[in-house]
């Protein structure tokens, strides 16, 4: 009876043992289940939430500006969401932050939930956003010559040939795969440099690997798509009505601006101040070139300076619009622009207003210092001419300028002066250093200096990549299509 007793007591000792792992397993097999579709339901949540993020994207595609859901109410906005066979799976909930003054920016956050647990929530934060013509350092129409001294930090683009010596720290790219170069009558590459080892000349092939180092630190394109010039005198047209009180077409209506008639002298001037005004006068004696001063009879030369400017006609606000139109050619500047505020605005100028893509309109020159204070995109400044964008003759040794410009029918540039082109104790055919902060977008060739030595030996062209997404006030756009700027996960 002893030993049958052990044996019983040992079968129960087992037993138990048995069924503790029994009931682990199972309740082990509980909870993985129970993760497994709690996992399932978070991963179901987050697909909805994206969903929702996709929604939007394509109301914003029919509906660029409706930044409330196609209502005139503040959100949050709820969408049910369903699968393919019309079962209701699940919600969305959107807010939407429409972009700040100047940006094409979107903020939207989406909550999803599924019906099968409504207290799992996942949540994720999308930037939307409209890419601004401002997407190169430097894009152009026409060929373009890049000569030793320039050093160009962002990519470069053109619609005809580029040759290129100096040094490129992002792509430079042509649409066209050879081009005939103006300065020497050959045929070259699209993209090409004389720097030694220099490219052969066509139709002998650039090796794939030949991005020559030295000039092209990151690499070369060609040939690539066309950058679209054409759209941009629609937006001279808009930025006329705006600043104009949204009188569409005539000259100016108001004598105190924004939008600036005739001004019945050689321009206007205009001086932007740190707290987001500016100062304007009419600019009444312009600067001869000195005698003995020669150029290369380049249309519409002048020295692009003067000498004397008329009363000051008043100090302004920058328009709630950012946007300031002159009918006439214009000299600006302004140094530390938000130094005590953000400034962001859009000058243009247009004389012809009948034909606003005509080539004889007018003229924007910085002779001298127009900078921000900070360079993180919360001052920005654009320029955009009817016809050129100018550096004078009496312009700054050192010169920076913080500005997206566009040349919309002209070129942007410093005209040859070579020779006696002195003034006092200064030589103004040669100046030392020209800095761009921004971007510069010319219908025809690009150029601060020439061949002989003359104009600005040291040419630093930096990108601003805030423009992008951040540009000037109304500012042309290279693509009406929102992208994704940013994506994160918030819950």
Request: proline share 5%.
């Amino acid at each position: 009876m002893k030993n049958k007793g052990d044996i019983l007591l040992s079968v129960l000792i087992f037993a138990a043992i048995a069924v503790t792992i029994t009931i682990g397993f199972v309740n082990w097999g509980a909870a993985m289940l129970s993760g497994i579709k709690t996992l399932q339901t978070k991963e179901q949540a987050l697909q909805i939430a994206e969903a929702g993020i996709d929604y939007y994207r394509w109301h914003l595609a029919q509906s660029p500006t409706d930044y409330t859901d196609g209502t005139t109410t503040p959100g949050p906005y709820y969408h049910s969401f369903y699968d393919k066979n019309n079962n209701l799976i699940g919600a969305f909930s959107l807010t939407i932050v429409p972009p700040p003054n100047g940006s094409t920016k979107v903020t939207i956050t989406a909550v999803g939930t599924t019906t099968a647990n409504p207290k799992v929530s996942r949540k994720i934060q999308a930037i939307l956003a409209e890419p601004s013509l401002a997407q190169y350092a430097v894009v152009a129409n026409n060929y373009m010559r890049f000569g030793a001294g320039t050093v160009v930090n962002g990519p470069v683009a053109s619609n005809r040939g580029i040759h290129f010596d100096g040094i490129a720290n992002n792509i430079v790219s042509s649409a066209l795969a050879t081009d005939t170069d103006p300065d020497t009558g050959l045929t070259e590459w699209g993209v090409w440099t004389a720097v030694s080892p220099s490219d052969p000349q066509p139709p002998t092939a650039i090796a794939a690997n030949a991005h020559n180092t030295d000039v092209f630190l990151a690499g070369r394109q060609f040939p690539n798509p066309a950058f679209p010039f054409s759209g941009l005198s629609v937006n001279l047209n808009n930025l006329h009505t705006i600043a104009n009180n949204n009188v569409n077409g005539g000259a100016c209506t108001t004598a105190t601006g924004p939008c600036w008639k005739a001004s019945g002298a050689n321009g206007y001037y205009i001086h932007i101040n740190t707290n987001n005004t500016y100062d304007i006068y009419k600019v009444n004696t312009l600067q001869s070139a000195p005698s003995g001063c020669t150029t290369d009879n380049t249309p519409q030369w002048g020295t692009w300076s003067y000498t004397s400017l008329g009363p000051k006609i008043g100090t302004y606000a920058v328009p709630s619009t950012g946007v300031i139109f002159v009918e006439d050619n214009l000299w600006v500047d302004g140094v530390n622009i938000g130094q005590s505020t953000t400034t962001r605005v859009t000058i243009a100028t247009a004389a012809v207003i009948s034909n606003m893509s005509s080539s004889t309109g007018s003229n924007i020159t910085v002779n001298n210092n127009l900078t921000y204070a900070f360079h993180d995109g919360s001052s920005v400044i654009g320029l955009i001419a009817q016809a050129n964008i100018n550096v004078g003759m009496v312009s700054s040794d050192t010169l920076q300028v913080d500005a997206a410009l566009v040349a919309e029918t002209g070129r942007i540039g410093r005209y040859y002066y070579g020779g006696n082109c002195t003034i006092g104790s200064n030589d103004y055919s040669t100046r030392t250093t020209l800095t761009l902060n921004g971007m510069i977008a010319t219908a025809y060739r690009y150029g601060f200096a020439y061949t002989d030595g003359t104009g600005y030996q040291n040419r630093n062209l930096n990108y601003d990549s805030n423009l992008l997404y951040s540009p000037p006030p109304s500012f042309p756009l290279s693509s009406t299509q929102y992208q994704t700027v940013s994506w994160k996960q918030l819950q």
